[in-house]
Structures are given as structure tokens and as C-alpha cells.
């Protein structure tokens, strides 16, 4: 059977997580593994951990690089690995024992490109599966596809009727083939620091012809407070104008087809939003300024001036979401931020 290169990019990770994660890899039912620990020039003794770890399993490389980020670990995996299938885990996390055997035997009986599945949320004091699509299904009918990658690229569902998937847009939980990310020299961006792991998965999806997801929680994702997705991002409002300019550049059916123009205006209209609570009223943000004036300010660039005004929301379904994305249509700023205020007094008083 086909060789997997597990990717594990490392850096200041705490000694417990990290030999967890190994252990969990090493430990697989299948063991026809290429196991690449990947040290990001870690200040503490990560690395000589990993340097222990190769000693006793032939099927461990090291790779010890200067700090360049997690991108650049991931990359630099990439050039190294000799597996058939590529799968990334990330090292304060974990895998259920039969993650690999189960993934590869799915690949296999099926014929597909890329194999996804489901993943516990582990925090502190319990453990949850998340939300995610209710079957394991296997795609290759090129329209259901292409309706999966529009749902991807929008970030959110029109409608009930679509298939949404969230784990796709993670760097884990899948498996992808190596051949296809070497042929068209696939990347992680290193500029970014924030959403590259969505735009590699992105760019994959563009060179795929059928995946299989399987409805099974089978990756540990820790969460803790350490955690840089529960942190303030100084840099949140410009990154997204970034990723949002590369999606444009990446997907050229955005400026010749309607439907993936509406998809990509949508997707604009979404992350608008997402940075009124990730940024603009983000408790942690103390930078100085007029938060509201500088969203203002923000909507009179692009991509944001030209994208939102010209979203058609006629098949988006009746619901809160299609209000906001209205408000945010006709330039009712005001509107928005009240709207996201009350809607987080209401979760609030929830939880009381």
C-alpha cells in the first residue's frame, strides 16, 4: 500500500503535546509512514525531543530549520516528503490510532484525489465534535463538486440544501495526493499570516476530480488559552484584504462567471463581518482610533467598495444571516454593528 508523509510543523510547543502527538502518529494501525517533524528553529528543546525521537524509528526525518514561520515549515515538508499521500497534524494535537488506516483505505476503495474527515474540539475539562456534514459521501459528479467548491469559497451556505463541510478548509484532517501538489507547485503562502492554510486547501481543490469525506471524528484539535486563533491580530483587517485580493488573482472564474463572482462578493460581505467582532469591537483591541470610522473607512477600498454593493442575495434563504448581508449591501454600518452588538448580549444571557 501507499506510503503517507505526515507533516508536523514545530515550534515552542510544550513537551507533553508534543511527544502526545508524535506518539499518536507513530502509533497508527497503518504503518507505512514517513513521519516528518519539521523544527521551526524552536528557542527550547523541541528540537532535541524530535533529534530523540529519529533515533529510535527509522521512519522519523528531522528537518531543523531557522524560524520562518509555519507556512515555511509546511513547505519545506512538502519538498521533503516521498510519500504517495501528504497528510499535515499539527503538533499540540492528536490522532485516533486508525486515522491513517481508515483515510488511505477510503482513497483506495473509492479512486479519489483527497480524502477528509471530522475532528474532536478538546479543551480543558471536555471534549466535543464539531459540527459538521451529517454523512460520509463520496463526490465525483462534477457539478456536486463544483457546488461543494462554491460553498467553500463563499464560506457560508445559501441555503440548507447545500453541502457544507467546514474540515475542508483545514490544513488537517485530510489527505491529499502528493503528486497533484508537486505538479502544480502548490504552497503554503509565506507572506500571510493568517487563512494560508484555507488558500492552499483552495488551490488544491481547483486540481481535483472527486474526494471522499469521511463522517467520523478522527483528529484531536487541543484548545487552550495559549491558542493564537483566541488571540487579538493587529494586522486582521489588512491580512484579509490580502487574502481576499489573492483569491481574485487565484480563481479566474471570478471575473468570468456569475455564480462564482456572486460567490466571491458574498465571501467579501462574509469576512466584512467577520472583522467587525475579530477586529473592530475585539475587547483585546486597544489600538487608538475610531473603530466604526475606520470600518467605514476600510468599506471605501477594495475589495470591499466594489464586491459587497453588487451582492445578489436573492438565493440566499430568509434568515439573520441575509440581514446582516443586507445592511452591509446598502452601506447600513450603523445597522451591522448594532446588529453584531445585540447578538452577542443575546449569546451572553444564553450562557447565564
Not at 440544501?161 to 495526493?177: G, V
Not at 480563481?251 to 475579530?278: C, H, Q, S
Request: glycine fraction near 4%.
Amino acid at each position: 500500500m501507499d506510503k503517507i508523509s505526515v507533516i508536523i510543523p514545530i515550534y515552542k510547543i510544550k513537551e507533553e503535546y508534543l511527544r502526545a502527538c508524535i506518539e499518536s502518529v507513530q502509533k497508527q494501525t497503518y504503518s507505512n509512514l514517513e513521519i516528518i517533524l519539521v523544527d521551526d528553529g524552536s528557542p527550547d528543546q523541541c528540537g532535541e525531543i524530535c533529534d530523540e525521537y529519529q533515533k529510535a524509528d527509522s521512519r522519523i526525518v528531522v528537518i531543523h530549520q531557522k524560524n520562518q514561520g509555519v507556512s515555511a515549515a509546511r513547505n519545506h515538508g512538502i519538498e521533503e516528503a516521498a510519500g504517495t499521500w501528504i497528510a499535515f497534524v499539527d503538533a499540540d494535537d492528536w490522532i485516533e490510532p486508525d486515522m491513517l488506516e481508515k483515510a488511505l483505505r477510503k482513497a483506495e476503495n473509492e479512486q479519489v484525489d483527497m480524502v477528509v474527515w471530522n475532528l474532536f474540539y478538546n479543551l480543558p475539562d471536555e471534549q466535543k465534535v464539531r459540527h459538521n456534514y451529517s454523512k460520509s459521501i463520496t463526490v465525483k459528479d462534477p457539478e456536486l463538486l463544483e457546488k461543494i467548491n462554491l460553498n467553500f469559497l463563499r464560506t457560508i451556505s445559501l441555503n440548507k440544501n447545500e453541502i457544507r463541510i467546514p474540515t475542508l478548509e483545514s490544513p488537517t484532517c485530510h489527505i491529499f495526493k502528493s503528486g497533484i501538489i508537486k505538479q502544480h507547485m502548490i504552497q503554503y503562502d509565506t507572506s500571510l499570516k493568517q487563512g494560508e492554510d484555507k488558500l492552499f486547501n483552495y488551490e488544491y481543490h481547483m486540481h481535483i476530480q472527486s474526494f471522499a469525506y469521511i463522517n467520523e471524528p478522527l483528529y484531536h484539535y487541543r484548545q487552550y488559552m495559549e491558542s493564537t486563533t483566541h488571540t487579538f491580530f493587529a494586522g486582521n483587517a489588512d491580512t484579509s484584504t490580502r487574502i481576499l485580493k489573492k483569491y481574485y488573482a487565484l480563481e479566474p472564474r471570478i471575473k468570468t462567471d456569475a455564480k462564482y463572482r456572486n460567490t466571491y462578493n458574498v465571501r467579501v460581505g462574509m469576512i466584512a463581518y467577520f472583522l467587525i467582532g475579530k477586529y473592530f469591537l475585539n475587547p483585546n483591541n486597544t489600538l487608538p482610533g475610531n473603530k466604526f470610522q475606520e470600518f467605514k473607512a476600510l468599506m471605501r477600498t477594495e475589495p470591499w467598495k466594489s464586491a459587497i454593493p453588487q451582492m445578489d442575495l436573492r438565493e440566499m434563504s430568509l434568515s439573520v444571516n441575509k440581514v446582516k448581508f443586507w445592511m452591509l449591501k446598502h452601506g447600513l454600518h450603523r445597522g451591522v454593528f448594532a446588529y453584531y452588538r445585540l447578538t452577542k448580549l443575546v449569546k451572553k444571557l444564553v450562557r447565564i
